[in-house]
């Protein structure tokens, strides 16, 4: 049985950072291809089965209306397709030097782990929060029960020899405008929800945001955090190449992802989740996801050969405010109620955790951020989250003007990086124009 | 002597009360968070159903909030069957007949081509406007305003009817 944690702990060992795409594809001789090709592009490279947008919501007619019709969906449908031709995709791939995780999205997991389970897999993502709030309306209390469930399952696989891990995707939250303080509690809280689910390995997650020193504060705060809550596990951080309104460039794409592979080595991050050139304008293509895997790799070769003694053990400092923010969160939810399952259903209710702008009907709503003049993550309106003692100066509420810029402001700044006769400002007029085009990300 | 505000007519130009919601099929949020914050700083007042929203559930809620203005944003490009099949089943509730109901965004797969057809087919099936995304905010904000203004003012003393339409 591979093990996804052993194989992250013995790249760090020999200063690698392990890379990883997020690819899927319906067909099984593309999914197969795929996952041959990535499993070469680097020294340290982790496989990804992510799965389709039917199959997460638990609609397997859809899935099979498509396939019938020859409809490619976004994704490896797992649990549609027989055993046997899952079988054959991964025949020989997945390994102790390629173990291959499945990527998914659902707030009801369980036939999901069931299928890669039975596939001898045994790593996967998710969370009770991070797969349920950003995406649709199943009620947070359900998805509790779902991922309490799915930890058990997966926790049972220990008893066959197995060491399963689990990936929370807390360090996501929409993908941008989520200050770095409430994405570093929410993932530490899903890894406390792991653990005391049974899981002895997990990976706690951070997406790369605005400002490169408040996202290294924001990674230093996840690995302090994991080592105070997190006892007798193994544990890692993994980076996500920025998930918001993606540079068209090329030249901003590719600048975009090495900036996190750097976040990554600096930080002291053992695993990142890149994203290709292509991301601003549809699916990737293979040769794509091997280019961006290259690119990142490398990038983490040259930080690490560059950076000063060994910035990635260096203890986290006193002062950071990421961290103050994060612990006071978690703090204040632990206290709700000793079971973690309970405890995040309280929160939420009480607006202790409220992500702000996310929709769904269990998220307080009360809460709104903005990016600062240095290009920070920082609250306009904190709501009810205990953290008043501890939060920084708050700015203005965002109008929507202001919302349309705060989200096209990483993809402005990298796509012009390279001109010298770079004129921000006039283009906004013309920008909001397109609203909906930028809005879909 | 001052009036309970609740008893206070309405200002004709005053806040709107808004309903925001995606579609069934489509999980983008981004432009309904938009979509309310340009109507707040319009003035007005708005909830906002959110991505993901079944159609019975957008009816339901009409009848519930009973608002001056529904707005549906779509981005998936799958919008146009969703929103046309929408539209019937809140002209068939005699609460909703006449609602003001506009619908947005990129509702087709095709982009510029179909969208004449798209446009005239979401008039026929009861909305009020159709606001395709080349055509920038100019318009939307115009209706809008425009609603805002026309608004009668309900009667100056007594119940409101406004609370019982």
């Known amino acids: 049985m591979t093990s996804f944690g052993r194989f992250v702990a013995a790249a760090r060992a020999r200063g690698a950072l392990v890379v990883q795409p997020r690819m899927g594809f319906s067909g099984p001789a593309r ?81 999901i782990v069931a299928a890669l389970a039975r596939l001898g897999l045994t790593a996967t993502e998710g969370g009770p929060v991070s797969y349920c709030l950003p995406y649709g309306r199943t009620p947070l209390v359900d998805s509790v029960r779902n991922w309490q469930e799915a930890c058990e399952q997966l926790a049972a696989l220990r008893a066959e020899g197995a060491e399963p891990h689990l990936e929370s995707f807390g360090g996501c939250m929409l993908g941008q405008l989520c200050p770095p303080g409430l994405l570093v509690a929410i993932s ?100 794509e996801n091997v280019a961006a895997l ?24 006193a002062d950071n405010p990421v961290y103050a923010e994060a612990r006071a969160l978690v703090d204040a939810v632990l206290d709700l109620d000793a079971d973690p399952g309970s405890a995040l259903l309280k929160a939420f209710e009480r607006g202790y955790l409220d992500v702000p702008f996310c929709l769904h009907p269990d998220n307080a709503g009360r809460t709104r951020s903005h990016i600062d003049g240095a290009g920070r993550l920082t609250w306009s309106d904190i709501g009810a989250l205990p953290i008043g003692r501890v939060a920084g100066q708050r700015g203005a509420r965002l109008t929507a003007a202001g919302l349309h810029d705060a989200l096209t402001y990483v993809q402005r700044r990298y796509d012009r990086t390279p001109g010298p006769r770079s004129a921000p400002g006039p283009q906004r007029a013309a920008a909001v124009e397109r609203t909906h085009d930028l809005l879909e990300a | 002597m001052t009036q309970p505000a609740e008893l206070a007519p309405r200002d004709p130009s005053g806040p709107l009360d808004v309903v925001v919601t995606g579609l069934s099929s489509d999980a983008h949020t981004w432009n309904l968070v938009f979509m309310q914050l340009l109507l ?101 904000e115009a209706f809008v305003t ?18 019982a339409r």
């Open chain 1, 294 to 317: 290259r690119v990142a790799a490398r990038a983490a070769a040259r930080a690490a050969a560059t950076a000063p003694g060994s910035p990635a053990d260096a203890l986290d400092t």
């Open chain 2, 40 to 140: 707040e700083d319009l003035g007005h007042h708005v909830v906002n159903l959110g991505p993901c929203i079944s159609q019975d559930e957008i009816v339901e809620s009409c009848c519930k909030y009973q608002p001056d203005l529904l707005v549906v944003s779509s981005v998936n490009g799958h919008g146009f069957h969703d929103a046309e099949h929408l539209v019937r089943a809140l002209r068939a509730r005699w609460e909703l007949a006449g609602l003001p109901a506009v619908v947005g965004g990129k509702l087709g797969v095709r982009g510029a081509e179909g969208q004449d057809g798209h446009r005239r087919r979401l008039l026929a099936a009861g909305f009020d406007a159709v606001f395709h995304d080349e055509q920038g905010l100019g318009p939307f």
């Open chain 1, 188 to 287: 530490a809280l899903e890894g406390v929800f792991f653990h005391r689910a049974g899981l002895r390995s997990v990976s706690l997650s951070y997406t790369q945001q605005t400002s490169p020193e408040q996202d290294r504060q924001a990674v230093r705060a996840l690995r302090r955090l994991a080592a105070e809550l997190l006892p007798d596990t193994d544990w890692h951080v993994v980076v996500y190449t920025y998930m918001g309104v993606y540079p068209r460039s090329p030249h901003g794409a590719r600048a975009l992802l090495e900036r996190s592979a750097e976040l990554a080595v600096r930080a002291g991050a053992d695993r990142l989740i890149v994203k290709t050139s292509a991301e601003a304008h549809r699916i990737p293509t293979v040769a």
């Open chain 2, 146 to 163: 425009a609603l805002a203004t026309d608004r009668t003012p309900p009667a100056p003393a007594g119940p409101r009817e406004g609370a």
């Open chain 1, 31 to 111: 999914m197969r291809a795929g996952l041959l090709a990535t499993k070469h592009a680097a020294d340290a490279v982790a496989g990804t089965l992510t799965i389709d947008s039917y199959t997460r919501v638990g609609d397997e007619p859809a899935v099979v209306r498509a396939l019938n019709a020859d409809v490619p969906l976004n994704g490896y449908p797992i649990t549609s397709y027989s055993p046997h031709t899952s079988h054959w995709v991964l025949d020989g791939i997945p390994g102790p030097a390629f173990p291959v995780q499945v990527r998914h999205g659902s707030a009801r997991p369980q036939r």
